[in-house]
């Protein structure tokens, strides 16, 4: 009876997170949607485990001014997006460490991302996947484990 229960609970609990991801995800596209609507968009992130998570979305005139910024940071999926205020002006490839003092740590990471992000795809790149922190910490892990140089070999 205990085994079920767990099972039963843990089913609810996969449903509602779900769910709450579904709906932060909404949230994003109504946000990204209304920047979209008047330029173009520079996404930056910085995902994190035990931090808080961080999402920045710099809405970019034609002379590459940031007209709008808005950000998203948190640890669970209550998180919504609020307006970053300060960068407004500020040509994104200008930016610089010293321009982002007044904000965390976090945040200046993403919005440095997101400005490497504009600089990849305006020189023709392609953005690389940043891998999960769920999977940074198995490649951390298994290069514990695995000792360098060595070479298994399987013989039958």
């Known amino acids: 009876?205990?085994?079920?229960?767990?099972?039963?609970?843990?089913?609810?609990?996969?449903?509602?997170q779900y769910l709450l991801g579904w709906l932060q995800i909404k949230n994003f596209t109504k946000h990204y949607t209304e920047l979209r609507e008047n330029g173009r968009v520079a996404i930056?992130?910085?995902?994190?485990?035990?931090?808080?998570g961080t999402l920045v979305l710099l809405q970019i005139n034609k002379r590459n001014e940031i007209e709008d910024a808005r950000y998203m940071q948190g640890v669970t999926v209550f998180s919504?997006?609020?307006k970053l205020k300060g960068l407004?002006?500020?040509?994104?490839?200008?930016?610089?460490?010293?321009?982002?003092?007044?904000?965390?740590?976090?945040?200046?990471?993403?919005?440095?991302?997101a400005q490497h992000t504009f600089n990849v795809i305006k020189s023709g790149g392609e953005i690389e996947k940043i891998p999960s922190p769920m999977i940074k910490a198995v490649k951390k892990i298994n290069r514990m484990f695995k000792k360098e140089g060595s070479k298994s070999t399987w013989t039958s």
Not at 8 to 16: E, K, M, N, R
């Open 44 to 52: 930056g992130r910085r995902p994190a485990i035990f931090k808080s």
């Open 80 to 82: 919504k997006f609020k």
């Open 1 to 16: 009876m205990f085994f079920i229960m767990l099972i039963v609970i843990l089913a609810v609990g996969f449903v509602i």
């Open 88 to 113: 407004e002006g500020y040509k994104i490839h200008k930016l610089r460490d010293t321009d982002l003092i007044k904000y965390n740590k976090l945040l200046i990471k993403a919005i440095l991302d």
